[in-house]
């Protein structure tokens, strides 16, 4: 099993950024894709980015060019920096360890985009 702690969220200005972290403990981290989610008030919680166990990413069309997934399997933890924030980014978000025996969640951290 893994155990997921997000951390990095808070209150931050449009235009502003912040980086989120997902830490790991459990297993073996580097067998484990991780996803992060981000779910809004009110609405369906949607895919923001995943990064494979060999470092690809991919990203949801609303955040490429603003939000960078990466890892680091020496400290357990993938990373979200999240640049040029809009209002529209503010949601719970989420990180997720997905492998062939199971996935597994974090508890979310808040990230609110307002003046």
């Known amino acids: 099993q893994v155990q997921l702690v997000e951390s990095g969220g808070g209150l931050v200005q449009p235009g502003g950024s912040l980086r989120l972290s997902c830490a790991a403990s459990?297993?073996?981290?580097?067998?484990?894709?991780i996803a992060w989610y981000r779910q809004g008030s009110g609405k369906q919680r949607e895919l923001v980015a995943r990064i494979t166990t060999s470092s690809t990413s991919t990203y949801a069309d609303s955040v490429k060019g603003r939000f960078t997934i990466s890892r680091d399997n020496a400290k357990n933890t993938v990373y979200l920096q999240m640049n040029s924030l809009k209002p529209e980014d503010t949601a719970v978000y989420y990180c997720?360890?997905?492998?062939?025996?199971?996935?597994?969640w974090g508890q979310g951290t808040q990230v609110t985009v307002s003046s």
């Open positions: 997720k360890a997905e492998s062939l025996v199971g996935d597994y």
């Open positions: 459990g297993s073996i981290f580097s067998r484990y894709a």
